[in-house]
């Protein structure tokens, strides 16, 4: 489906920062139309919730919203890379079941086009869940490095507790609706993550990619692999994630390095799907000017 493209002016300041930004209470719904910027001088954010810190020292740097929980659809898969090569070397190989495809065509989720019965290594199927958002890709790995797809939810919400991330709950790899509900994140908990996700070489090179391609051998196809992360081809950007469904609207994990600042953050419940890609571009630039004043 198309959706309407709107422009996004984005003022940007080197004021200092004003301390003791706060969120409200937990809400379970997305704030409808525009909100207005925090701060005078801070870019406007019209989704939901939104947040941003410097990666290295945790320090907070715009906050909207930050503690409401909310579905965030596909940047659940960086959970998902994260908790994989906790335990998987990146040469280590699966092999693609039919199950791994079904589930994402019955799920109506996006694909990475995988065909069963091919091999492919870890590190190649993080450019097929990272870039095209294969949940047939999440379903393989989680599949591999539960065992089975339960016993892999199950450490992404361990992994979650253990970063402090309390306020999160994921339900399967992909970030797909359930029958059973959704899971839930926050921006906080998110940027969280997405500060230790950088961290991890492979993670930070996958998400940075803006396309990737396999030559087929005898092993597995062909692939051709877009990453769908549209602020890519910005001086200093480096990925993450992006998402959406219907109930999570537009979602955006981010990071930049911008005057010798790694930045993170994570905007959720967006209307307009081109639009996170604008608002995280000035909030990284807003940020960096922040944090270096």
Same mark, same amino acid.
């Given at each position: 489906? +198309?959706? +309407?493209?709107?422009? !996004? &002016? =984005? %003022? =940007? @300041?080197? !004021?200092a920062l004003v301390a003791g930004l706060t969120a409200p209470a937990h809400a379970t719904t997305p704030t409808a139309g525009p909100v207005h910027a925090v701060q005078q001088d801070t870019p406007a954010v019209y989704g939901s919730a939104a947040y941003l810190m410097d990666a290295s020292s945790g320090k907070a740097l715009f906050s909207k919203n930050a503690d409401d929980r909310l579905p965030i659809a596909s940047v659940t898969k960086m959970m998902t890379a994260y908790v994989v090569l906790k335990s %998987?070397?990146? &040469?280590? #190989? #699966? +092999?693609?079941?039919r199950a791994d495809v079904r589930y994402a065509e019955d799920g109506g989720g996006t694909t990475a086009d995988l065909q069963p019965g091919d091999r492919l290594t870890v @590190?190649?199927?993080l450019y097929g869940l990272m870039l095209p958002s294969g949940a047939d890709a999440a379903h393989a790995l989680a599949r591999t490095y539960g065992p089975g797809v339960g016993g892999f939810v199950a450490k992404m919400n361990a992994t979650a507790l253990e970063l402090g991330m309390k306020d999160t709950q994921y339900v399967n790899a992909d970030g797909l609706p359930t029958p059973q509900g959704d899971g839930y994140s926050t921006a906080r908990d998110q940027s969280v993550l997405a500060a230790k996700a950088v961290q991890v070489p492979l993670i930070k090179e996958v998400a940075g990619t803006r396309y990737h391609t396999l030559d087929a051998t005898s092993e597995h196809g062909s692939y051709s692999w877009r990453n769908t992360n549209k602020l890519l081809g910005t001086p200093g950007a480096i990925g993450l994630k992006t998402g959406f469904t219907r109930a999570a609207g537009f979602t955006l994990a981010f990071a930049g390095e911008k005057r010798g600042h790694t930045l993170v953050g994570v905007l959720l419940g967006e209307s307009v799907s081109s639009r996170r890609f604008d608002t995280a571009e000035a909030l990284l630039s807003w940020g960096a000017a922040r944090d270096s004043a």
């Open positions: 489906m +198309r959706i +309407r493209k709107a422009h !996004l &002016t =984005a %003022a =940007a @300041g080197a !004021l %998987a070397k990146p &040469t280590d #190989v #699966v +092999r693609i079941q @590190g190649e199927l």
